[in-house]
């Protein structure tokens, strides 16, 4: 006979496991970001995105200069999980089988065997993914979007997790090819690193003065925790306040004098998801209007289409996110109801 517990005693039990859960979230989030910051010194804000973006399942276009550290920044994420890791360097004569796979022909057998490409790892890193050929760069939109990859008329499903870090130089453009719109709609996240300020780069010559700290970097998380994180920060509140919040800003991208093309409803859904995962990683069961503050250039920028004159006038998208977030107040009272039905 199952004993009787009182409903409040039971919702107590249940509000302290929910509270425990949100404090693992945050531990293993934290550690994650702590071992990676090992190896990129001071840019913790930019680490922390990276991670966010992991437990949203999302993928990564890291824009900048070279030598700031994109290539380690996914490196150092893949040691801290387990991960596979595969780099694929991108060029003018990569081939999409060069990055999906391909079938050979076994004489023995009489029958095609499957060898799989560099995308079928856990973690890839798309290395100046803007100096392939556009059919070639079209080869990862399927394994980006739907995690699998068809070949030779046959589906492969990816492995859990699957993020891709892809980089490019935002300075060089000869011999380049521009992302497509649909593909830069695919990723979740546009983050830069930026230089280190002259007291970091310091402690960068002093880390590395014997060995890079990439080679005893350890593991600190397993892909089952977070395949485990990935699937509870959907569970984070978001009350119907910062959901208005959220479409009131990108509807502005949409209006804004300076925009030809706004974000499109996926936009809207990566700020949500992005807003949740790092409220799970500061420890709130819910979403403010902060965190979407905070998320909104990350998660937006990269999908606005600016007009040729505001382009003339060398606007970055960055800056119209800026405006935007000036122009749409938060409704008064928001951060009460965004706690509200925790």
């Known amino acids: 006979m199952v004993p009787y517990v009182h409903p409040r005693v039971l919702y107590r039990r249940i509000e302290r496991r929910g509270v425990a859960e949100l404090q693992d ?5 934290g550690r994650v970001v702590a071992n990676v910051e090992k190896v990129i010194v001071g840019k913790h804000r930019e680490v922390e995105l990276a991670v966010t973006s992991l437990l949203c399942k999302g993928h990564i276009l890291i824009e900048d200069v070279p030598g700031v550290g994109k290539t380690m920044l996914s490196k150092a994420l893949a040691r801290s999980l387990g991960c596979t890791f595969k780099r694929i360097q991108f060029t003018p004569d990569l081939l999409p089988s060069d990055v999906t796979g391909v079938s050979i022909y076994n004489q023995q057998t009489q029958t095609f065997e499957f060898r799989p490409g560099p995308i079928t790892a856990q973690i890839v890193l798309a290395d100046e993914i803007n100096r392939a050929t556009p059919k070639t760069q079209s080869a990862l939109l399927e394994a980006m979007d739907e995690r699998q990859i068809t070949v030779d008329g046959v589906t492969y499903p990816l492995p859990e997790p ?12 000869e011999g380049t090819f521009p992302l497509p719109e649909a593909q830069l709609d695919r990723f979740f996240m546009r983050i830069q ?4 300020s002259e007291r970091e780069e310091v402690e960068i010559l002093d880390a590395q003065a014997h060995q890079h700290p990439i080679e005893t970097l350890g593991q600190v998380a397993d892909t089952e925790t977070i395949v485990d994180l990935q699937r509870r920060v959907s569970d984070i509140h978001v009350a119907p306040a910062v959901k208005d919040y959220v479409v009131r800003i990108v509807a502005a991208t949409r209006s804004h004098p300076d925009v030809y093309l706004g974000a499109s409803p996926r936009g809207s859904l990566a700020l949500v998801r992005a807003a949740q995962a790092f409220a799970a990683i500061q420890g709130r069961d819910f979403v403010v209007p902060d965190d979407v503050k905070l998320l909104a250039a990350p998660t937006l920028s990269h999908r606005l289409i600016l007009q040729p004159a505001a382009r003339l006038r060398d606007l970055t998208t960055a800056t119209v996110v800026s405006e935007v977030l000036q122009s749409v107040p938060v409704e008064p009272g928001a951060f009460v109801r965004a706690t509200a039905g925790r």
């Open 162 to 173: 699957f993020i891709v870090l892809a980089t490019q130089n935002p300075i060089e453009y």
């Open 193 to 196: 690193l930026g230089y280190p």
């Open 25 to 29: 979230i945050g531990q293993s989030a």
